[in-house]
């Protein structure tokens, strides 16, 4: 029911930016919480950030590099990424905390994936 579509990643210079975006839809639906998580290639998913109200988490490796911002109006998040490392090339996730109205019942959901590509 709850759809979430990731956008904006590609191929980036080390030290360079990129701001990710995911849009959430669905119908009578409240989201709690909304986060990104990433995966490398024979690795495992692992956190980068969430937002909960005006309140934030983060990955101890991406602390004081990547920004987690959230647009309610629109059911956006976004993850703004600065002095990217190459250790960041991953297939980011978007995930959100969704409480369906009419059975007052929360659920994850997630995305489909976008790719980060860290390369001179």
């Known amino acids: 029911q709850v759809q979430l579509v990731e956008s904006g990643g590609g191929l980036v210079q080390p030290g360079g930016s990129l701001r990710l975006s995911c849009a959430a839809s669905?119908?009578?639906?409240?989201?709690?919480?909304m986060g990104w998580y990433r995966q490398a290639p024979a690795k495992e998913r692992e956190l980068v950030a969430t937002i909960r109200g005006g309140s934030t988490n983060y990955a101890d490796s991406v602390k004081g590099r990547f920004t987690i911002s959230r647009d309610n109006a629109k059911n956006t998040v976004y993850l703004q990424m600065s002095s990217i490392r190459p250790e960041d090339t991953a297939v980011y996730y978007c995930?959100?905390?969704?409480?369906?109205?009419?059975?007052?019942?929360?659920?994850?959901?997630w995305g489909q994936g976008t790719q980060v590509t860290v390369s001179s």
């Open positions: 995930n959100a905390e969704v409480k369906t109205i009419w059975t007052m019942t929360y659920s994850n959901y």
């Open positions: 669905g119908n009578r639906i409240s989201i709690s919480a």
